[in-house]
């Protein structure tokens, strides 16, 4: 055991109204936690994480912990917080081992329901449905499951091995996986009906770049994050890389392109550093791992040679224009476009009754009951591109609308 996760441990004020749970978006019991930790009662203190997090190991790697449970702990206001993620992960390390060597009884209740999709959202649907007793099949249109968490977020920020773990996982609670199945393709939602799926949940996430519409978008040096992201190894985008963006997406893929031997990687963002809406501490690891940052510079045209750019400010509100005689050329061997993605809309085209907003993404109310009887939704498809810990905090709640629908059918 680390000595570093110990001496943090016993940091811990076990404070009687502990502002990190207040800051946790699934209100971990931290304090709770951190106690059982500190008694040895390892095994209790990662049922309680698994219990109210299903994603907690995900989480301790890829949560932005200083704006939310350690950016809340009363330590850190004259000095240090807790470093709770590295806690969280040791403890939630042991229980998931326990769990894949445990064979897991369950009461099942004799009924199924489908899950479309294995993001965040999927995952903590199928294990709170499963534990409930539910059969529960996940569809998965790739060939592991993990969806974002696979595909989205690079190795050295998430393990692909902690994936592997969560599918032994799921795997001890009856969950049986059917892969490169895409709903809306050769099967439909009404086909999952006919066969006696009780209800169903789609967390397909959102894998359609969005594009910037400029002249030379379709050049071939010219590429997208999320499907760059998908798979780096097959891309050879030369030394010289151009990233357009200021999300975590964006500083994901600057440092992914960094680690696939590009030595001059520049993230080119039209608004001020003030604005990136990508984690902090990501950003600050972005400049260590020696990413080039160009601020308040707007993109106009994609070339072979590179980007066209010009100087660009924000008016009284807030609305970006271009600074006249500033337009240059950034040289650049390839450019990736990361500026967020959305919905692909092939499982509502082929489903009758499923509202979509004007963003594409799917219609629910607030338990995620969308327009069609039996029918829910969560994650990254209802609100757009959130980060884990949120995907979770909905899906729990969507879970027991679920779970509560189909107790009403019998």
Known sequence: MSNHVIEEAKRCLQCKNPRCTEGCPVRTDIRGTIALFRESRLEEAGEKLFENNPLSLVCSYVCPQESQCEGHCVLGIKGNPVQFSIIENYVSDY??????????????????????????????????????????????????????????????????????????????????????????????????????????????????????????????????????????DVYELGDRVIVVGGGNTAIDVARTVVRHGCHDVTLVFNRGEEKLTASRKEVEFAKVD????????????????????????????????????????????????AVGQGPF?????????????????????????????????????????????EAVKVSKRVAEAMDEYMRGLK
């Open 290 to 337: 020696g990413v080039k940052f160009l601020f308040n510079k707007d993109t106009k045209r994609f070339t072979e040679n590179g980007i066209v750019i010009y100087d660009c400010a924000e008016n009284e509100n807030g609305e970006l224009y271009d600074i006249e005689g500033t337009e240059a050329l950034l040289p650049s061997d390839s450019t990736i476009v």
């Open 95 to 232: 229980y998931l081992g326990l769990i894949g060597e445990r064979k897991i009884n369950i009461e099942k209740n004799g009924m199924k329901a489908a899950v479309i999709g294995s993001g965040p959202a999927g995952i903590t649907i199928a294990i709170i449905l499963a534990r409930k007793g539910y059969d529960i099949t996940i569809f998965e249109g790739n060939d592991k499951i993990g969806g974002v968490l696979r595909y989205g977020i690079p190795e050295f920020r998430l393990p692909k091995s902690v994936l592997d773990r969560l599918v032994i996982a799921l795997k001890g609670y009856g969950v049986k996986i059917r892969p490169n199945t895409r709903i809306g393709m050769n099967l439909t939602v009404d086909d999952l009906f006919r066969d006696g799926y009780r209800s169903i949940f789609i967390g397909t996430g959102v894998w359609r770049p969005y594009r910037l519409s400029l002249p030379g978008e379709s050049y071939g040096n010219v590429h997208y994050a999320i499907d760059y992201l998908h798979n780096p």
């Open 345 to 389: 809309s092939v499982i509502v085209r082929s489903t009758s009754g499923i509202d979509v907003n004007s963003r594409g993404l799917v219609a629910v109310d607030e338990s995620g009951r969308t327009t069609r009887d039996g029918v829910f939704a969560s994650g990254d498809v209802v609100t757009g591109a959130k980060t884990v810990v």
